[in-house]
């Protein structure tokens, strides 16, 4: 049960987190909201959720994925991504938090 609650933690995870980040991309630069940015987005997205599940390195990993799928997919300078970045960074902790204590609630 708890392995069934936690997979689907982490796809409604990678999802909002999909979400949060098409949103930043749209408001912080000049992207337009179409298939391929929310694809892009996504793609970014599955692979920095599948990078945090390394142990030890997983989050430094999803670091550079992330700024560096920014600024290839997009075209973004480095501030850029930085600062879309931190707003995503801070978002997707409070949704994080959320999700994953509505899971501890649910398991018991």
């Known amino acids: 049960m708890e392995i069934v609650v936690l997979?689907?933690?982490?796809?409604?995870?990678?999802l909002l987190s999909a979400a949060v980040?098409?949103?930043?991309?749209?408001?912080?630069?000049?992207?337009?909201?179409?298939?391929?940015?929310?694809?892009?987005?996504?793609g970014i997205t599955v692979v920095v959720t599948l990078a945090g599940l390394m142990p030890v390195i997983g989050g430094l990993v999803g670091i550079v994925?992330?700024?560096?799928?920014?600024?290839?997919?997009?075209?973004?300078?480095?501030?850029?991504a930085f600062l879309i970045g931190v707003c995503c960074f801070v978002i997707n902790i409070v949704i994080r938090l959320g999700l994953f204590a509505a899971a501890a609630a649910v398991m018991g």
């Open 21 to 42: 980040l098409t949103t930043a991309v749209v408001l912080v630069g000049d992207e337009e909201l179409t298939r391929d940015t929310i694809l892009k987005c996504l």
């Open 7 to 14: 997979a689907v933690v982490l796809v409604v995870l990678t």
């Open 65 to 80: 994925v992330w700024f560096v799928g920014l600024i290839v997919a997009f075209e973004k300078t480095f501030g850029e």
